[in-house]
């Protein structure tokens, strides 16, 4: 019987991030991170949940960063030093969609960002769709995020396996009935899907 999963972006699909952009960013360009920190707090988590475009909330933000260059510019910056993907994951992927198997990517993004992923990363190509928080008005900390998804693609919670690297996230899901697991490694990943 073929399985339907969903795998978390992040520290899944792309590999994790050492430093949070915001800090590498700081510490590139000699911003202190009390001027950065508030667009993440504040204007990215509304654009994430798709209230508003990064691009609209952004440019207040540039000058006071010292960016010298476009919006467009800051945003290739800033999305080519988050872009590594694993491999091994995507190889993984591409054998379970070839034994017919159904593969989402979900993350909590802003559209831009989702964007970039699916077109200029080739990720569209790679996964059978993605489901993103600017476009369902949720994150995946809230169970709503994942009622959409079961929603769109017209599924009871039980026919549902989904990845992700953060347990908070795997706790909400598993709150809605879905069969949802930690990622700790692509070896444990690997061996866990094989096995099933």
Do not use: C
């Not at 207040?60 to 800033?78: C, D, H, I, T």
């Not at 993605?130 to 369902?136: E, K, Q, R, V």
């Amino acid at each position: 019987m073929s399985k339907i999963i969903l795998l978390d972006l992040d520290g899944i699909v792309i590999r994790p991030r050492h430093k949070y952009f915001s800090v590498r960013y700081s510490e590139d360009h000699g911003v202190p991170l009390k001027d950065i920190l508030p667009f993440f707090k504040g204007e990215y988590k509304k654009a994430a949940r798709g209230e508003t475009t990064i691009k609209e909330v952004l440019p207040a933000y540039l000058s006071k960063w010292r960016w010298k260059g476009s919006v467009e510019e800051f945003l290739n910056y800033w999305f080519d030093s988050e872009r590594t993907l694993d491999e091994n994951v995507l190889g993984v992927v591409r054998d379970l969609r070839n034994m017919g198997n159904k593969i989402y990517l979900v993350s909590d993004n802003e559209v831009e960002r989702g964007k970039y992923i699916m077109e200029k990363l080739g990720l569209k190509n790679e996964f059978d769709g993605g489901f993103f928080s600017f476009d369902l008005g949720y994150t995946k900390g809230e169970p709503e995020f994942f009622q959409k998804v079961l929603n769109k693609l017209n599924l009871k919670p039980q026919d549902l396996e989904y990845w992700d690297d953060d347990p908070k996230n795997v706790e909400v899901a598993k709150e809605v009935g879905i069969n949802a697991k930690v990622y700790n490694s692509y070896e444990e990943f690997k061996e866990k899907l094989s096995s099933n």
